[in-house]
């Protein structure tokens, strides 16, 4: 399976942050990039700095996501995400906002992108977990955060059982990173995670599928 000379990729909740760094990134090696975002003034202004293009979309709003639906992307980028607070008995819609932006809104738009990757012959997938959603660290996120990165990281495992021939997927841990979600005293930086990213979204023909990756290494589950 030959990989495009200019994939099309796109980058959920690119204008800022890791996503902004990662389409960058994807940009530089020489991948036409669309990114979303959900506020049209934020979207545009990142656009136009990063060179790309942009599309409105939340993906914790499914008729947001229909405009993407046929178009021919070669890469999926799942990077949004939120951080919702307090406990998840005295804060129960943090717990549904994080299912549904960080696995529903991912299924859905892998469920709409793989069959044209497939039948393109090439498509990589990329999830944006983290160490917070990992059982072997405790599942230490707030509300359900941990829990909504766990089942990105399931998903992510078994997908590759159904998911067409050419088609890899994988997640990863950008670790703690300075970000607005991440905070100004996160000791990563968002090119670092970015480069992590990249790497699995272009990854050779006998590349790993299904993994959990930290570093350029296999994270614990």
Do not use: Q
Request: charged share 20%; proline share 8%; with cysteine.
């Amino acid at each position: 399976m030959t990989r495009p000379d200019t994939p099309r990729a796109l980058v959920t909740g690119g204008n800022r942050g890791i996503g902004r760094a990662i389409a960058a990134a994807l940009i530089a090696e020489g991948c036409a990039v669309t990114i979303t975002a959900r506020d049209p003034a934020a979207g545009e202004a990142a656009a136009e700095a990063l060179g790309c293009d942009w599309m409105r979309a939340d993906v914790a709003e499914p008729e947001t996501l229909h405009g993407l639906i046929d178009m021919p992307f070669d890469i999926l980028v799942n990077n949004a995400g939120i951080l919702p607070e307090g406990s998840l008995l005295d804060n129960p819609e943090g717990f549904v906002d994080a299912m549904a932006v960080m696995v529903t809104g991912p299924f859905l738009l892998i469920r709409a992108l793989a069959p044209g990757m497939g039948r393109r012959g090439w498509g990589r997938i990329v999830n944006l977990s983290s160490s917070m959603g990992s059982f072997a660290s405790g599942l230490s996120g707030p509300n359900g955060y941990g829990i909504a990165k766990a089942a990105l990281n399931a998903l992510t495992h078994v997908l590759p059982r159904d998911l067409p021939e050419g088609v890899k997927i994988n997640a990863m841990d950008p670790g703690w990173v300075a970000t607005r979600m991440g905070g100004e005293h996160a000791p990563g930086d968002p090119e670092d995670a970015a480069a992590e990213a990249v790497r699995l979204a272009l990854l050779p023909e006998d590349g790993p599928t299904g993994g959990f990756w930290r570093h350029g290494y296999r994270a614990e589950w």
